[in-house]
Every structure is written in C-alpha cells, then in structure tokens.
C-alpha cells in the first residue's frame, strides 16, 4: 500500500466527512480543507520528498479518528461543550474540540499537529491562512452519554495548555535542584518535566472538578507508584489537596511561577459546586453560570456515589441496581448541561 493510493482513500474520507452532521460547523471546514491539502499532495507528490509525503499520510490518520468521532452521532458533546469553555479562558482564538470514541478504557490527548505540519512542510501548499487549533481528546464510546464520568477529559485538557505554552518545561528551566547521583542532567530534566506535566494536569482539572479529579484518579489508578513518565498516585493527590485547601506546595508555586513567566492566568479554583437537591425528584438543575457548569461534574460526582451507597433518593426503587443509578445521575447531568447550552444559543441568537 503506497502512501499515494492511502491519500486517495483519505481524501475520500474527508469529502464524505465534509458532509457530515456535526455541532460544530467548523468541523465541515476542517474536513473540506483537508481534503483540499490531501488533493494538492496527490498533485504534487513527486516534487515532495518520499518521507514528507508518508509523514502527512500518517498525519492525516491521525487526524480522521478525531474528526469522526465528532460528528454528531458519535461525540461526547455536553463535555466537548464545557471543555471548550475551559479553554476560551486559557487560549484567546478559537480552538476546535475534538473527540475519538474509544473502544477501550482510556482517556489521552494527542498533541501532534496536522496543521502545523501543514505550513512547515508543504512549501507549494497556499492553505490560504487556514491553520486551525484542533485539540484531539480521546475517551471510552460507552462514556458519550456520561458526562460524570468524563472528569479525566479536564486533565487531558490541561496537558494541551501546557504543551502549548511549555509551562513545565518552563518551569523546570526555572527551578530544578541539581540532579541526584547516578542519573544524568539530561535525563533528570526530562523526567521532571514529565512528572510537572501530570502536576500540572491534575491542577488544572481541580480548578475547574476540584475533589472530584482525585476521586476520579484514585477510581482509574488507585495505588500506581512512581514511574518514568507519571508521579505515584500518591503524590498526585497530595499535590491537588495541598491546592484545594491553600496549603502551601513546592510544586504548586514553581508551576504558578512558570505561569508568570509565560503571561498566563493563575491556577486558581474557577467552579462553585450546586446544590442538586432537584436530582432527588428526577428534575434537572438550573445552572446558574460558568462556575456552576464546571461545578456540577463535582456536584454530580459526589450525589451520584451518595447514592450508590445510601440509596436515599426516593426514586431508586429496591429493585434498582447500580447502573439504573448511574444511568439516571449521569443523564440529570448531561440535560442540565444540554439546558444551559440552548438558553445560551438562544440568547446569543435573540442579542445577534
Ligand atoms: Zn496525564
């Protein structure tokens, strides 16, 4: 299979995707261009080196699980909604949030960049100033409809913000004790800014789920140790609490500085928690705002595990097993962020 007779597929992929359903419209044009950039490379192949060539093809796979996975039908949409929220307030253009449906259990980011790989190697390409921000998150198909569940998304998000303004290794440039025997700088630097990487993540999903980022680790990765890539569980934990409660933490204030020094915002606690007393008659909850939008995962969280343990709603019936409760929490959740969307759409629509 040459990488040729592969863009001939993509390219048809795109087209085919260019007409899909998707909530964002946006995604329409992504799939449009791109099959436009995959027509210009079947063109010109042979004035760009072989590699070149194979590269993008493996580029442009990439990309077309995320694509997909975002039409309508497939994607996590209450959480890409809420996750785009999240990132207006960190990155200041207009970024696309886009989602693989995974037929396992993992939540990741991808942080390659078709894109970018566009305008850097395609030097007979005029993409017309087209280089969109596409944000690739990955998460289990069976969590689409369970926004409770998709707290990890908020991490994986956070990695994106620091991979596109370096504060770990910002951070690391800035403040490292000198490297123990036995290990290289080199790789003492490198497994520092992998573990800040994870800090840095957990921090930024606890200013938007507070608690509920822990709960959701020690619920994926109750005891895992220290690794080359991940700090221990542990540690994790204690680096969030330390946040949470305003206790002071060596970690937390070289990551607030390295953020200083690259001119972003705070790590600060952006999310007020709702009282889902409603959950308990089977209504939805009214958000209020952004603080409570982002609140409710936590809120949601903790009413749904209550539940599961106490039982006291009086909706659970003594014949209701736990999914039936999972299922209902995670469903009140994911209307009362569908309501708050379409009371906003409707306001931008009635003010434009
Ligand atoms: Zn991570």
Redesign the pocket.
């Known amino acids: 299979m040459t990488p040729g007779v592969n863009l001939h597929i993509l390219a048809a992929e795109f087209t085919q995707l260019s007409r899909s359903a998707f909530f964002e419209p946006a995604f329409q044009e992504f799939s449009e261009k791109t099959a436009e950039s995959i027509a210009h490379v079947l063109e010109y192949s042979a004035s760009y080196p072989d590699e070149i060539v194979r590269q993008f093809q493996h580029h442009v796979w990439n990309v077309l699980q995320f694509v997909s996975g975002s039409r309508s039908n497939d994607a996590p949409h209450e959480a890409q909604y809420v996750l785009r929220k999240v990132l207006k307030e960190w990155i200041y253009e207009d970024a696309l949030v886009s989602s693989a449906s995974l037929n396992n259990f993992e939540f990741?980011?991808s942080l390659t960049d078709l894109w970018e790989f566009v305008g850097r190697a395609l030097d007979r390409y005029d993409s017309g100033g087209y280089a969109p921000l596409v944000v690739r998150i990955g998460s289990p198909a069976a969590y689409k409809h369970r926004p409770v569940f998709c707290v990890p998304l908020f991490?994986?998000l956070?990695?994106f913000v620091d991979h596109n303004y370096k504060i770990s290794e910002t951070s690391v440039l800035m403040n490292l004790a000198p490297a123990p025997p036995g290990i290289t700088d080199e790789q003492w630097q490198n497994l520092n800014v992998r573990h800040r990487?994870?800090h840095f993540?957990?921090l930024f999903a606890a200013c938007y789920c507070g608690q509920a980022t822990n709960l959701s680790l020690c619920a994926f990765a109750p005891a895992n140790g220290d690794s080359h890539t991940?700090p221990s569980t542990q540690r994790r934990l204690a680096v969030v609490d330390d946040f949470l409660n305003n206790r002071s933490n060596v970690i937390v204030d070289v990551l607030q500085s390295a953020l200083v020094a690259r001119k972003q915002p705070a790590l600060s606690v952006r999310y007020s928690e709702p009282t889902l007393n409603c959950f308990d008659d089977v209504l939805t909850y009214k958000i209020k705002d952004e603080a409570e939008l982002y609140g409710i995962f936590l809120a949601s969280w903790k009413y749904l595990h209550a539940q599961l343990t106490d039982r006291s709603a009086p909706w659970i019936t003594p014949d209701a097993d736990a999914s039936t409760i999972e299922k209902t929490v995670n469903d009140l959740t994911e209307k009362s962020l569908r309501n708050y969307e379409i009371v906003e759409r409707w306001k931008n629509a009635v003010n434009n």
Do not use: I, Q
Request: charged share 25%; hydrophobic share 35%.
């Open positions: 990741f980011v991490h994986e956070g990695h990487m994870e993540a957990d991940h």
